[in-house]
């Protein structure tokens, strides 16, 4: 590999790197050697000349994300090296080749070393999201790693960069960079699902849940179930599967709510009654008669950003607050924030605030996160980004 570019850091701010915490804030550099530009792969000393890392430059707050804490001679072989052993993970926690669950992510940024990537499987279809143009000018390797992982069952390769990175020139549209479309139906721990990952939220399904939407079920039996911003009924198709006696999905897409009544129907859950809404959840928790015996708050993130963080504290305090208002005496609540910049202190503090407003007694029964394929590194707490709540409301 070529000479590359060089990142000098002021030298009370090396801990950090030397922690193996994967950003570098532009406030840390004291200067730059050679052409760095943006999508660079740079190389990161102390200004005593210590190499310490190799990275990706992006002219922002966080400027380099690590790749790696050591000398790089191959960047194609380390990115194959890190697709590798995020595969190995996926194929220890059981979810490769398994019989009742075809879709789960296989790259988790920072999670699995490499910063701003997303790449989630949908049963032979890799979906990717690149959040930075670095990543985005290296798709042709991406996809050359997804080839030699899974061979010939690798039947299309979609990149979905252009959400996330709109105000970038160079980004156009979403495209299949490999095979294409030959179906869109995924099982879950044994649920049929359709997934649109070509206009639907994020890859097309929100792959972090699965496991809470299968502790959700063991609370359904019987239950009258309200899932709010039900996006593809998730939740709701598990509660239906579990024996509920009602369940009301809420999401404010019609695209959504239609993908809901096709996964209740692909699932044959006729038999439980059901009723879909396009409606803004909070108008909707407002207005509606009914009580029900368990909620599922999931809400997209509320805040993008630290500047928003209190905006969306309140955000979450208003929510669980109304659904206090609704829910039954002995009634279930799982609420959930997946706002980065909440952290679980933040979101705790907000429900209990709601639940003081109620005057209702509230336990918290248990504390829910994201599952292994979503892995995060041990000196990156901020990658833990998904927290929920199990609410025993009396």
Request: charged residues 20%; contains cysteine; hydrophobic residues 40%.
């Amino acid at each position: 590999m070529p000479d590359l570019a060089k990142i000098i850091l002021r030298n009370h701010k090396i801990d950090a790197v030397k922690r193996f915490h994967p950003w570098i804030f532009s406030g840390a550099i004291k200067e730059m050697e050679g052409e760095v530009k943006e999508g660079a792969i740079v190389e990161v000393y102390s200004d005593r000349g210590e190499y310490l890392a190799t990275g990706l430059y992006n002219p922002s707050n966080i400027a380099v994300k690590i790749l790696s804490f050591q000398k790089v001679s191959d960047i194609a072989q380390l990115f194959l090296e890190k697709f590798q052993n995020a595969y190995q993970l996926r194929q220890q926690i059981g979810l490769v080749d398994n019989p009742k669950t075809n879709c789960y992510r296989l790259i988790n940024a920072e999670g699995d070393g490499l910063p701003s990537l997303i790449v989630d499987w949908y049963n032979g279809t890799a979906v990717i999201q690149a959040y930075s143009l670095a990543l985005y000018q290296r798709l042709d390797l991406i996809v050359d790693c997804l080839k030699t992982i899974y061979a010939d069952n690798l039947r299309a390769v979609y990149d979905k960069s252009a959400a996330v990175l709109a105000k970038s020139a160079h980004i156009s549209e979403n495209k299949y960079l490999f095979g294409q479309k030959t179906g869109d139906e995924v099982l879950e721990s044994g649920h049929r699902f359709i997934i649109d990952w070509e206009k639907g939220q994020k890859t097309g399904f929100f792959l972090d849940q699965r496991e809470n939407r299968a502790i959700l079920a063991q609370y359904c039996q019987n239950k009258r179930v309200l899932n709010t911003f039900s996006y593809s009924g998730g939740f709701s198709v598990y509660a239906m599967q579990a024996g509920a006696a009602l369940v009301d999905s809420v999401d404010s897409s019609h695209g959504a709510i239609d993908l809901t009544e096709k996964n209740i129907a692909l699932n044959n859950l006729s038999q439980v009654p059901h009723q879909s809404y396009s409606a803004d959840v909070f108008n909707f928790l407002r207005d509606c008669q009914e009580d029900y015996d368990l909620i599922v708050l999931d809400p997209p993130a509320f805040a993008k950003s630290i500047q928003s963080r209190h905006q969306a504290v309140m955000a979450y305090k208003r929510l669980n607050h109304q659904a206090f208002q609704k829910i039954r005496p002995q009634g279930i609540i799982f609420t959930f924030s997946c706002s980065q910049v909440v952290n679980e202190e933040h979101f705790q503090g907000a429900v209990m605030a709601a639940a003081i407003e109620s005057a209702r007694p509230v336990r918290i029964l248990a504390r829910l996160s994201q599952p292994a394929d979503h892995p995060t590194s041990i000196y990156h707490s901020e990658g833990s980004y998904l927290k929920g709540l199990v609410l025993a409301v009396d």
